[in-house]
Structures are given as C-alpha cells and as structure tokens.
Nanobody
Framework: QAQLVESGGGLVQAGGSLRLSCAASGRTFSTYATGWFRQAPGKEREFVATITWSGTNTYYAGAVKGRFTISRDNAKNTVYLQMNSLKPEDTALYYC????????????????WGQGTQVTVSS
C-alpha cells in the first residue's frame, strides 16, 4: 500500500525556519507531481507548492512565494518544503500529496495524501 509520511513540523517563532519532509513508501505508484497543502483551524485546505517528478518545474501560492522552497530527492523518495521567514498566518496542518497525472494547485488532481504535520508559528 502506498504511503506518504510527513515530518519536520513543530513550534517556531515568527521569522524562524522549518523544513518539512514527505517520504513515500510502500508499493510504487506513478508520480507526476508532489504538492504541499495546508489547513488552518476553521479554514479550508489550501495549496502551498508543487514540484514535478523531475524537479524541473515548481509552482507556489502567492502567500508563500519567495519564502518557501520545494525540492525533491528521488533517490530517497522524499520531497521537502523549506519554510523561511515564517509568519503566524503560516500556522496550519501541512499535508503532502501525490498526483499521478497533473501538475497544479487543484486538490482534486492529487491521488494520495499523507496524514499531515503540524506547524505552529508564534508571534
């Protein structure tokens, strides 16, 4: 069974940094792109960033562009999200997800999801 496991979340002060990891394991599944999404309490889940399997193409939400960087190491089956200059509004449960066919921001395009890792940014 395919599995995505996020890690690296935690509590950090505003202006600080965290690096999230998304490790894929289990049976091999086709990956076209891997994305990060987040959901804050009382809000809908929203797109953060995505990267193609080759790493050639990336795309970011406007709210994180210039502060967050998505990358991948296919040898380790892991995708990373480096988050710098964190703000209290970045506080959310962060999920990674895999799309077998599409590169984009739409949640409906992603087939496999992890359980999430909590990021809390204090002011």
């Amino acid at each position: 069974q395919a599995q995505l496991v996020e890690s690296g979340g935690g509590l950090v002060q505003a202006g600080g940094s965290l690096r999230l990891s998304c490790a894929a394991s289990g049976r091999t599944f086709s990956t076209y792109a891997t994305g990060w999404f987040r959901q804050a309490p009382g809000k809908e889940r929203e797109f953060v960033a995505t990267i193609t399997w080759s790493g050639t193409n990336t795309y970011y939400a406007g709210a994180v562009k210039g502060r967050f960087t998505i990358s991948r190491d296919n040898a380790k089956n892991t995708v990373y999200l480096q988050m710098n200059s964190l703000k209290p509004e970045d506080t959310a449960l962060y999920y990674c997800a895999v799309s077998s066919s599409t590169f984009g921001a739409s949640m409906t395009s992603y087939d496999y999801w992890g359980q999430g890792t909590q990021v809390t940014v204090s002011s």
